[in-house]
């Protein structure tokens, strides 16, 4: 399809796990977003991405967890050691260089639960 | 704290009506505020935005207000459909990191036949 691909859909793992979480881009996309929403919260912010680079990692709630492009397209989430409180939807979303206006295009998400 | 707070987490509105939907902000440095739609199970949706330097911006049957002064922004849709139930995100911007959106926490809309 034409839209921001996430996967995988749904993740149970348990406390102390390494996960991995997957987004592909809407194709000519050169920015990259990582978002997580909790439940009965919107959106937090976790990292940006222009091209390859971080341009902004602030988000990052501690040093478990990591994001790489290393190709400019495809981004991989990376969670260390899992906590119950890692437990949330991890949204991606992908727009065209350039743009200012924050109008951002979102996948379906990645529901991870952490037992 | 909350910089940007969605003070009514659901409305129910018949359909026709007008629905509206609000939100307020803390930080004087957000220079653009966008609302997203979300049905269950998708990504939220970018619906429509307004720079600070207007102060009303219409798309269809939805239009955005906003007041600079009492830092406030709401989205109007009339009339209201029941394809427009979903939650509906506020989202603010300082400019200054792009694509770093601060979110509300929504509000549910249901619409009823």
């Known amino acids: 399809g034409a839209g921001v691909s996430q996967t995988p859909s749904n993740k149970v793992t348990e406390k102390g796990k390494y996960v991995e979480l997957r987004c592909d881009p809407i194709?000519?996309?050169?920015?990259l977003y990582w978002y997580r929403q909790s439940l009965g919260q919107g959106p937090e912010f976790l990292i940006y991405?222009?091209?390859?680079?971080?341009?902004?990692d602030s988000g990052l709630p501690n040093d478990r967890f990591f994001a790489v492009r290393p190709e400019g397209s495809v981004s991989t989430l990376k969670i260390q050691r899992t906590e119950r409180g890692d437990s949330a939807v991890y949204l991606c979303?992908?727009?065209?260089?350039?743009?200012?206006?924050?109008?951002?295009?979102f996948g379906e998400g990645s529901r991870l639960t952490v037992l | 704290d909350q910089q940007v707070k969605q003070n009514s987490p659901s409305l129910s509105v018949q359909e026709g009506r007008i629905s509206i939907l609000n939100c307020d902000y803390t930080?004087?440095?957000?220079?653009?505020f966008l609302w997203y739609k979300k049905y269950p199970a998708e990504g939220p949706t970018f619906l429509i935005s307004i720079s600070s330097i207007k102060d009303k911006n219409e798309d269809g049957r939805f239009t955005v207000f906003l007041n600079k002064s009492a830092k406030h922004l709401s989205l109007h849709i009339v009339p209201s459909q029941p394809g427009d139930s979903a939650v509906y995100f506020c989202a603010a911007s300082d400019g200054g990191s792009q694509g770093n959106l601060i979110f509300g926490k929504g509000t549910k809309l249901s619409v009823k036949p």
């Open positions: 930080n004087s440095m957000f220079d653009y």
């Open positions: 194709s000519g996309h050169t920015a």
């Open positions: 991405f222009q091209g390859t680079g971080a341009a902004d």
């Open positions: 979303a992908s727009s065209s260089e350039g743009t200012v206006t924050g109008e951002l295009f």
